[in-house]
């Protein structure tokens, strides 16, 4: 190439200079599917089959994630493109998720070439902001708490993983005094189950807890159990020996009525200041309500129960004070 003054056969000095510049890709594809998980497609350049194009998430002109396009399609090497791997997937940014409608289109990066198929319009659900702990593992019980501030009248399911095989699940609704002291909404987003029989094998087993539908671990995740068979004592074998021991105690545990509709009164001997830890059982041993309560001047204490959400059967209200613990069985019938 030269350069020449116009209206005149002056060519400037240095010229002629030689350039190579190599072909610009022939770019196809498809912005494919949007929705409030992931959004797909495909891009690739018939003259460049081996490379795999960057593409960028746009919402207007704001540019909200990124991805290789570098996933195998069988049906793209089925049509005739290339090796097939000109797929991407790419998860849709929380910050999308806010109730509110969203247009994106999907361009390939250095480029101005947007995908067909673009613009997709997602509208999604605001997101719950979870806060949560794993806070103990034994040999019996796995417990803890979780919520979403953004939700609070909402119970979580709970997954407990060892590694990624899950082993249980249990709802987090139990309610628990000391959250709801915390100003964490209602206080029911506590959960307890019953450590499954085959982890007590003499070896360690490192667990997780997860919220379900989701891939976040509560803070306090792995904590390791090692339980010998010897701890195969099942829960209610536990629970039936303790009423026993309540005899002995004569803290006068009245539970009434009983059988009850799930509306219970309990009142029990409890001197002043004093502190005593409050359980309700089901029959697998899963604590489904927990407090604590502290002796007033009376001596007296009684605490009310609204259990009508939960199924007709043999329930147990556990009452600890220091060491010393009582347990009666009671019937929900409705």
Not at 261 to 282: C, E, M, P, T
């Amino acid at each position: 190439m030269s350069v020449r003054i116009k209206g005149s056969s002056v060519v400037l000095s240095g010229s002629p200079k030689t350039v190579t510049c190599a072909a610009l890709p022939q770019l196809s594809g498809s912005f494919e599917k949007a929705d409030c998980n992931t959004v797909n497609g495909w891009v690739w350049a018939s003259n460049y089959p081996d490379s795999a194009f960057t593409v960028e998430l746009l919402e207007g002109s704001v540019v909200v994630g990124t991805t290789v396009a570098g996933n195998y399609r069988v049906d793209l090497k089925d049509a005739g493109k290339g090796t097939g791997k000109y797929g991407f997937s790419l998860a849709v940014p929380a910050s999308l998720k806010t109730g509110q409608a969203r247009q994106l289109s999907v361009r390939v990066k250095g480029s101005s070439y947007i995908l067909s198929g673009s613009p997709r319009t997602i509208t999604c659900a605001v997101m719950p902001q979870l806060s949560g702990n794993f806070e103990m593992a034994d040999c019996n019980m796995v417990k803890g708490w979780v919520w979403a501030v953004n939700f609070p009248d909402s119970a979580f399911t709970v997954e407990l993983l060892e590694g990624s095989t899950l082993l249980a699940t249990a709802v987090a609704n139990i309610y628990r005094a000391d959250l709801k002291n915390a100003g964490k909404g209602t206080g029911n987003y506590g959960f307890s189950m019953a450590l499954p029989a085959s982890l007590k094998n003499g070896q360690p087993h490192q667990l997780s807890i997860r919220i379900k539908g989701s891939s976040n671990l509560l803070s306090g995740s792995p904590k390791t159990v090692t339980c010998s068979q010897v701890a195969r004592i099942a829960t209610i074998e536990e629970i039936e020996t303790i009423p026993d021991k309540l005899q002995e105690l004569d803290y006068e545990l009245v539970l009434a009525p009983n059988p009850t509709d799930g509306r219970i009164v309990v009142s029990f001997k409890l001197s002043r200041n004093h502190v005593a830890r409050l359980s309700i059982l089901n029959i697998l041993g899963n604590i489904i309500a927990e407090e604590t309560a502290v002796g007033n001047d009376t001596g007296i204490s009684r605490q009310s129960y609204d259990l009508t959400a939960q199924a007709n059967g043999v329930y147990f209200f556990r009452l600890k004070i220091g060491d010393k613990v009582g347990v009666k069985r009671f019937v929900i019938t409705k």
